[in-house]
């Protein structure tokens, strides 16, 4: 792989943002086809491309965004691809279920449950899959659930906000998805709190 003179400015940059070199590879010279294919070949996310116009920057997320015009997209490209629990919650109050990812269960249902997400006080953490690239996961069972997603307005005691992780589906669908979801996966492992969910079967 050819080296990579990255600037003093783009050093200080990487050491602002927690970032290493190593977590580059060259782009200058490749399409957005052959730098996507050859990035998820060799697992970098970041890459120093043809520079954007707004900043004539380098430094870019494999999908082709500037992350130094714009940096909230490291924190969210890091979180989308690490290793972590996706989860299915069902709520009977109001007979939906969430698809969400987190770091503890114990915070997780608790915290849903505390901002009445989706308008519901009962939230419990019904199915999960524990693995490496818990957004990719997330966003593919979203996608594979779409016709059964809900948006529910609620208010979690200092603001109002619409929820856009609930589905309005049997739990086994929602599982169904989830595993589907993670096919084709290495290193993920499943886990279900309870042998009898048919409570969650919701019409």
Not at 73 to 82: L, P
Not at 102 to 114: E, G, I, K, N, P
Not at 145 to 159: P, V
Not at 178 to 185: R, S
Request: hydrophobic share 35%.
């Amino acid at each position: 792989m050819e080296e990579i003179e990255f600037t003093e400015e783009e050093m200080l940059f990487l050491f602002n943002m927690g970032l290493s070199a190593s977590d580059f590879f060259n782009a200058q010279w490749m399409t957005k086809v052959q730098r996507d294919t050859y990035g998820k070949s060799i697992g970098k996310l970041f890459m120093v491309g043809s520079r954007c116009k707004r900043g004539w920057h380098r430094l870019r997320a494999r999908s082709g965004h500037c992350i130094q015009c714009n940096t909230d997209k490291i924190a969210f490209i890091k979180r989308h691809y690490e290793y972590g629990r996706v989860y299915i919650a069902g709520s009977l109050e109001t007979e939906l279920l969430k698809i969400g990812c987190t770091a503890s269960f114990d915070v997780r249902d608790r915290r849903l449950s505390d901002e009445t997400y989706a308008g519901a006080t009962d939230w419990e953490i019904l199915f999960w899959v524990t693995g490496p690239k818990q957004g990719v996961i997330e966003t593919r069972t979203h996608r594979l659930l779409d016709y059964y997603r809900t948006y529910r307005r609620y208010h979690d005691g200092k603001s109002s906000h619409v929820a856009q992780e609930a589905f309005s589906c049997p739990y086994s669908v929602a599982k169904d998805a989830m595993l589907e979801a993670i096919d084709g996966e290495d290193a993920y492992y499943t886990n279900e709190f309870y042998v009898d969910n048919s409570e969650y079967e919701f019409d």
